[in-house]
């Protein structure tokens, strides 16, 4: 088997140039590899006839970018014209789109070539990829572990190196913490960078779309792509600059901020160990590195609880038998309808959360929860504002914890949001954030760390990045893949 | 504190979120509610009479678009996904009855 997906993207780009490969021999080396990892269900719907012909049609156009011919592996709760977008669930089982999302649109003229839809949780609910109605995905590091979620399958996708890029969507976590338990580098972008128009909405003041790519450099390329203003999404910016251009650049000199938080007793020692080494590394380039305390940090998981499942509550009302999506049969009338519909195409966790959040937006409980945590959050964005008026930069772990077993806290109803104590506060201030892999556990599992901008200040988490990434020289391609089962 | 929801609070709940519930769910979310509750009350444990919203992170300038006709959908394309449909209709079950 070829092994051109292995290749650095401008390796890749050079061999295409000089016509010694064709998109076509990516794609047929990509969809090899899906076969040989199938058993990780990486991927809800494949799509290798439609990559094939659309590979063929590369083959004789210009090559105009880095991306041009690669494959890609969107999430999927990313709608793509006439290929199956569920997010997961069994109520959109069987939906097919009839438009693409904005993303795909700009994924699509940039010259890469989608081969499939990426496992998730249901909906983007959770963070193990174990709510999915496809099945769990599985961690390439270790089969019987979890790949993190919810964009659980496009991290195993970029993991297993079964497609260089992938698009993940992240509301309180789901790119940053798969991406540090399959060892690869995921970043939520500021929010509004990247527009929203066509991502199944999850929570809409704290959804971002944003890469999953094997080095920092590839994924500041995809955010090149990608990023920019949409007159589908009022929320989205128009922002567009060179995101690689300070890659390379000299660090000395950068001040850096570790909250307080970040460093608790909730936090394995292994990670805090290695994250301390990164913190020794950067001293002596003559960073500052200082802690500091971020407002309101510690109360992030209740707030994320309110507004993301009040948020929630709402967008998946539009889930209702009627216009789309699963219908339950022989309906008494059209109440019955709402009801057996959502019961049975819904599950556990989805379900859940959307009872919580119509109870907190219900009546007096709007004023007394959802003003609440918007004013909360208010005060814990300007806090984390402040803190950048003195420092480049913020970081910490990404996760509490290394790689999970598979099966573990399926059915907690707070455990579930424990893993994400520290990628949330970044969706609640709306900042930049990256998952960086900076070494190994004992058992040889991927340790991230997160990487926290000012807003729209994406480039200088990439400076960063890129200097420790260089620094540490990880080989962050899974050994344990064959002989874990 | 009690320690979990009564059965009427979970159907009140149920019945906003317009999800069917059974026995057995019913009491299992008489428990789980209730802790994701009490987590979420501990922000409501915050001393802080403070009104200043956060409503989305970042407020774009409202801007003014031209007052053009869009695309058009085809109506066949919009109802591909449709579970019951009646030419270019959606079909709707019984909207009043007894039941």
């Not at chain 1, 309180?172 to 580098?185: A, H």
């Not at chain 1, 998946?316 to 019961?343: C, H, M, Q, V, W």
């Not at chain 1, 003003?371 to 990404?398: E, H, W």
Request: proline share 4%; glycine share 6%; with cysteine.
């Amino acid at each position: 088997m070829s092994k051109y997906l292995d290749l650095d993207l401008v390796e890749i780009n050079k061999l295409l140039k000089k016509k010694e490969i064709t998109p076509t021999d990516l794609v047929l080396e990509c969809f090899d590899r899906i076969e040989k990892n199938k058993d990780l269900n990486c991927f809800i719907t494949l799509n290798k006839e439609e990559a094939l012909k659309r590979a063929k049609e590369l083959e004789d156009k210009e090559i105009t970018s880095l991306t041009y011919g690669i494959p890609i592996a969107i999430k999927d709760n990313i709608v793509t014209k006439d290929l199956r977008t569920t997010a997961a669930s069994k109520m959109l089982e069987n939906f097919i789109p009839i438009y693409d999302a904005d993303v795909i649109k700009k994924i699509n003229d940039s010259g890469m070539i989608i081969v499939g839809k990426a496992n998730m949780d249901e909906f983007a609910m959770g963070s193990s990829t174990q709510t999915s109605y496809f099945g769990h995905t599985k961690n390439p590091w270790n089969k019987k572990l979890v790949p993190g979620g919810s964009s659980g399958g496009s991290a195993a996708v970029v993991s297993a190196r079964i497609t260089p890029i992938a698009l993940g969507s992240d509301t309180g976590g789901s790119i940053r913490q798969p991406s540090s338990f399959c060892g690869i580098v995921g970043l939520k972008p500021t929010y509004g960078r990247v527009s929203r128009y066509g991502l199944i909405a999850f929570a809409s003041s704290l959804d971002q779309i944003g890469p999953m790519t094997r080095n920092v450099y590839e994924n500041a390329v995809v955010l090149n792509t990608i990023c920019g203003k949409s007159k589908n999404d009022l929320t989205s910016f128009d922002t567009s600059e060179d995101f690689t251009r300070l890659i390379g650049e000299d660090i000395s000199g950068m001040k850096i901020a570790i909250p307080n938080f970040y460093v608790n007793d909730a936090i394995d020692m292994e990670i805090k160990n290695k994250l301390n080494d990164v913190v020794q590394i950067l001293k002596s380039k003559n960073c500052t590195v200082d802690y500091v305390d971020i407002d309101y940090i510690d109360k992030a998981v209740p707030l994320y609880q309110i507004i993301a499942m009040g948020e929630a509550s709402s967008n998946l009302a539009r889930f209702d038998g009627i216009r789309y999506g699963y219908s339950y049969e022989n309906p008494k009338n059209i109440d019955d309808l709402y009801l057996k519909t959502r019961r049975f195409g819904f599950g556990n966790e989805v379900k859940r959360r959307i009872m919580i959040g119509s109870y907190l937006l219900s009546g007096e409980n709007a004023t007394t929860y959802y003003n609440k945590a918007m004013a909360i959050r208010n005060k814990m964005r300007n806090s984390f504002l402040n803190v950048f008026k003195k420092y480049d930069l913020i970081i910490g772990p990404t996760a509490t914890t290394k790689a999970y077993p598979l099966g573990c806290d399926l059915d907690d109803a707070v455990k579930a949001f424990m893993d994400d104590i520290l990628t949330i506060p970044v969706n609640m201030a709306g900042l930049p954030g990256m998952n960086l892999p900076i070494g190994f556990s004992i058992d040889h599992l991927p340790i991230g760390m997160q990487i926290i901008g000012a807003p729209f200040d994406e480039a200088k988490i990439y400076k960063l990045g890129s200097f420790i990434e260089k620094e540490l020289n990880l080989d962050l391609t899974p050994s344990g893949g064959d002989n874990n089962d | 504190m009690k320690d979990k929801l009564t059965k009427e609070e979970v159907l009140h709940v149920a019945n906003l979120a317009r999800i069917e519930i059974t026995e057995e769910e019913l009491e299992s979310y008489q428990v789980k509610l209730k802790e994701l509750l009490d987590q979420v009350n501990t922000v409501n444990e915050i001393d802080d009479n403070n009104t200043d919203y956060l409503i989305a992170p970042w407020q774009n300038n409202s801007e003014f678009r031209e007052d053009s006709v869009g695309g058009m959908l085809d109506p066949k394309e919009v109802l591909k996904n449709t579970p019951r449909k009646s030419g270019n209709y959606i079909e709707v079950p019984v909207v009043i009855s007894n039941e």
